[in-house]
């Protein structure tokens, strides 16, 4: 099948999911008409999408297109044919649809790792308020909160700020620009709908309390260097080069681990040492009080608990555990309280959202895993930039991880 060809039905076969499951498209910015066509076509059926991605994947190797683009539309497409089947009713193991949709092998994490990040926040919270470790943590996290009426002028200040420091590195369209807006009852926190021609408006859940210590993590994930850079990088770069398979978006793909690992280290990316510095200076400007010492030693501790919400996923889907004994698990080890817990097993289980806990998982491992093993600093965003403007898989990160 000639590469053209392939692309546009790879195109075609991804837009028809979003008429099975709204929402999953995450972005598309291609050709309008071709959208139009999938939306008026008639209803998909999921087993013919299923036979329609293995055929395709078939074509790839024959195609003639290069071998970065050849692996990235395999892979996707054995994850466009999983969730087919799935939509279809088919018995898939949930470690066995993780794999499928993002190219990981996941499996239970070590609850003796997760003691020791509880015995390293003690340390850090040692003269905090309250007599347990979890109300001392409910503690820190209340007087950590962002009075609602300045959150917007918080999140300004923030994208600004990151902004100035994106646009110096790894530079942007002059018409890029990013929209904030706060939403509520949804299942995460915030979520960068990116709109296409280097724009992106960015939602934050107004249900969940937004946080000192988190908000410059949140604006670097969804907008600068996260999401948002790295939609307008790829769209400028490989889109403008004619790999026009970039224009697609798919929730529950290997794109997805790609892109949220690399938007989880964004902050760290952009703000290599004592970001926590960094921002306390930040908000001084606007008159509020922040640790950024505390936080900065309180989130490196707590990182050691990144495998819990997996975990919760594992027991609820795999193990067969119950809602209760899950959101208890969650409450235990995150330190969490019941409405948190809740909000976080909404996540899990959405049909949709479900095995996606695995991308920030599995992503921030693979990819911080691959950036940790860069000699300097300079060697570190060279490696960032690769993740901001190639089209890696997975597959292709572990290869290029690997002594051998």
Known sequence: MDSDVLVREYLQLGLAFDRLEEGFVDAYTGDPQLRHAVQNAPAPQPRELARRAAKLRDEVASSGLAAPRAEFLDVHLRALECSARKFAGDEIGFVDEVQAYFDVRIEVGDEAEYREAHRLMDEVLATGTGDTLAERVQAQRKADEIPPERLSECVDAFSSALRDLVRAKYPLPDTERVEYEVVGDKPWSGFNYYLGDFRSRVAINSDLKQHMANLPH?????????????????????????????????????????????????????????????????????????????????????????????????????????????????????????????????????????????????????????????????????????LLDEPLTPGAVRRMSSPN
């Open 218 to 386: 949140l604006i670097a994930h969804e907008s600068y260097p996260g999401h948002h850079t790295e939609h307008c990088r790829k769209e400028a770069g490989l889109v403008g080069d004619g790999q026009l398979e970039q224009q697609l978006f798919l929730v529950n793909t290997p794109q997805c681990l790609m892109a949220e690992g690399l938007a989880d280290l964004a902050l760290k990316s952009i703000v290599p040492t004592h970001w926590g510095k960094w921002a306390q200076e930040i908000y001084a400007d606007l008159g509020l009080r922040f640790d950024g010492e505390r936080a900065e030693a309180l989130s490196a501790a707590s990182a050691k608990l990144l495998g819990v919400r997996q975990d919760a996923a594992l027991l609820l889907h795999d193990r067969g555990r119950s809602v209760d004994e899950v959101a208890e698990f969650i409450q235990h080890w995150s330190l969490a309280t019941p409405e948190r817990a809740r909000q976080q097993l909404r996540f899990l289980s959405s049909p949709l959202w479900r095995a996606y806990i695995s991308t920030y998982v599995e992503g921030y491992r693979l990819l911080g895993g691959w950036l940790d093993g860069s000699g300097d600093i300079d060697e570190r965003s060279e490696r960032f930039r690769r």
